[in-house]
């Protein structure tokens, strides 16, 4: 038996993994109906809130609930058991670390590490945590969070709000994490841009422990200047003393942390042409396509829209999968890419992986759906693989973009 990716039902062969798919399917179903009381409890806590209160006082009561989940090893189990998303496999492995499924969180929503144990527990196969910077700092003043509920999207303008380099490692702690942590790291805003450096290796030396790979952030749109680094000449220096720091830290550790460059979705081809050249000359471990960006696309319909700052979401989506696509045929698989800007559905997985990304991660539609997000993208992912007879993600991805 196999399912086709519209739903329906046909007959093919009924060999085992075809029954395990099945069991897993159904598993999901019932885990969905029966535990009403935490997951979908969740979902309906966000759903309202989101709706009631203004943006950043709903995401601080989203987050300091999930924190105090994440401390109750009870409530954190009854979390993952009520999770369809945990029940589904999907492993890939990139830079050398193996991930439970492809699909990330990414960076900005737990900034200062105090939830992502419940964040785990709701299925996602990574989190990003971060950005944090060396010293505290308070962001930009509010309102910098904006909602823009017809076109699915959020404009933030934040400014690295963040507790700083000591208290992020504390709240770490010892903590162990069900799956990989990536750090995304930054720069204080009232460090210049010429000392920009120092901020990130001392961010690289203080998470090196905690971390599975470490994030260099250069493409906020909300901390002046930060996005001049990704001009070749301050990134070719920056990621010079990165690696040599990284060499360093890992000798002293005996322990490899991969380093990954976040990069801005407004570079033009210039531009992305000398960063592609860079990974590749610096042996960058990966390139995370892409942050949030300052254009305004035509199609914005809500009256939100006139806030500066980035802008997330359904609109990103376009010009982030374009920018992985020339990454992809640019680099030519020497570097892996992690997808991100937009993806709500699987169909948005299925175009970002097949467009050349690796990994992915999401921000935004959690917001706007919930945390069953997780669960129904990965859901609609293995059914795909299903309907293609393969059981391992990249290599669909290697078929389906063989296909092209
Ligand atoms: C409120 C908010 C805060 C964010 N903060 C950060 C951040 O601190 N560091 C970072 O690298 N990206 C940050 N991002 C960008 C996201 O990590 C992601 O790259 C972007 O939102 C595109 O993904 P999405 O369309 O799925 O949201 C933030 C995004 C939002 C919406």
Not at 8 to 33: C, D, E, F, I
Not at 84 to 97: D, Y
Not at 120 to 146: D, H, Y
């Amino acid at each position: 038996m196999a399912i086709s990716t519209s739903g329906g039902v046909h007959l093919a062969s009924t060999h085992l993994p075809n029954r395990l798919w099945y069991l897993r399917a159904y598993q999901h179903r019932v885990k969905r109906r029966t535990t009403i009381s935490v997951l979908p409890a969740l979902q309906n806590i966000i759903r309202f809130l989101s709706f009631r209160l203004d943006p950043e006082t709903s995401h601080h009561l989203v987050l300091s609930i999930l924190a105090r989940v994440s401390k109750n090893r009870y409530l954190l189990n009854l979390l993952r058991q009520s999770s369809s998303a945990t029940a589904l496999t999907l492993p890939v492995t990139v830079m050398g670390i193996r991930f439970p499924n492809p699909l990330g969180l990414a960076a900005g929503f737990d900034k200062h590490a105090t939830a992502f144990p419940a964040l785990a527990a709701m299925g996602f196969g990574c989190i990003e945590l971060g950005t944090v910077t060396p010293r505290p700092q308070p962001g930009n003043p509010r309102p910098r969070l904006f909602r823009l509920t017809e076109d699915k999207a959020i404009i933030n303008r934040m400014g690295f709000n963040s507790i700083g380099l000591e208290q992020f490692a504390h709240n770490i702690g010892h903590a162990k994490s069900e799956v990989p942590l990536g750090i995304n790291l930054g720069k204080n805003a009232d460090t210049p841009l010429d000392q920009a450096r120092d901020d990130y290796l001392a961010g690289l030396s203080r998470i090196y422990t905690f971390a599975d790979y470490a994030t260099i952030n250069v493409s906020s749109p909300n901390t002046p200047g930060l996005r001049e680094l990704q001009n070749r000449q301050l990134l070719d220096s920056l990621l010079t003393d990165l690696k040599q720091r990284q060499s360093e830290l890992s000798d002293e550790h005996g322990r490899y942390v991969p380093l990954a460059l976040k990069i801005s979705p407004d570079l033009n081809d210039g531009e992305l042409g000398h960063i592609v050249e860079l990974l590749m000359r610096h042996h960058i471990d990966a390139v995370i396509a892409t942050n949030t960006t300052l254009q305004r696309p035509d199609s914005l319909r809500s009256r939100a829209a006139v806030n500066p700052g980035g802008l997330s979401g359904q609109p990103l989506k376009p010009l982030s999968t374009a920018l992985i696509a020339k990454l992809f045929r640019q680099l030519q698989g020497t570097v892996p890419i992690i997808g991100v800007g937009g993806i709500e559905t699987a169909d948005d997985a299925w175009e970002k992986l097949t467009a050349g990304a690796d990994l992915l991660q999401l921000y935004t539609s959690i917001i706007f759906q919930g945390p069953s997000v997780v669960g129904d993208i990965l859901l609609d992912l293995e059914r795909r693989l299903h309907s293609m007879q393969i059981s391992n993600l990249a290599e669909a991805v290697q078929q389906a973009r063989r296909a092209v």
